[in-house]
């Protein structure tokens, strides 16, 4: 299977939703007594609708359209909302020094996974800070990727390093130190939802529209 592609570079500020769905059930009993179960690997979900489009941009998402699923191409999906941690978040692409030396661009270093939910991270800047809601994504390969939301707030130290709190849990059986982490437009693989896109022609309406979810590939 080929890379996945870009999201066309067009202004998305219009609507974004972009969500994880967690499959689970409750039975309810006699005494107002509930039970829960959570099952399956949860999984990202995202809706996309931008501004007026011209004729050039509109031609650019027609041709998108094409080619993020209907022959099981796959796309890099990501919260436009939040493409980077939002502290950090000056309107340009991550930058900076790393507290090692080196220029940053959003990736990292996995040093050490202490549990699903816990992760430390190095080669990052000195200070660089982290608030509930960011994104990090973990790759292995173009296609083999796992997204996740940061927990809880923290910042690096004089090293670079940082401890973060994740949700849902990485997948240890695919996922390890070799995985390269990165913070710049952190996304998953995802297709587009079969009839999901809406591209109605017109003066007054040109607002191209879609849904898309995360699919799982695991290269060797």
Known sequence: MVAPINLPAVTWTDG??????????TDRMEGRRTEGQS??????TAQYTGVWRNK????????FMMQAGDDGETFLGYDVFRPRPILMDTGAPLSGTKAGGGAFNGTAVL????????VVIGGLPA???FSPGDYVEFRMTALTRSLHRIMAPATTNGAGVVTLSIKYGLDLDNF?????????KAACVMQID???YSGAKSWSSRQPSFSATEVFIYEP
């Open 176 to 184: 390890t130190t070799s995985a390269v982490v990165n913070f710049e």
């Open 111 to 118: 040093n050490s996974i202490t549990n699903s939910r816990t």
């Open 39 to 44: 099952i399956g690997t949860p999984w990202w």
């Open 194 to 196: 079969p009839g999901s």
């Open 127 to 129: 200070g660089f800070q």
């Open 16 to 25: 974004c939703s972009f969500d994880p769905v967690r499959p689970r059930s």
């Open 56 to 63: 050039a941009e509109f031609g650019l998402l027609d041709a």
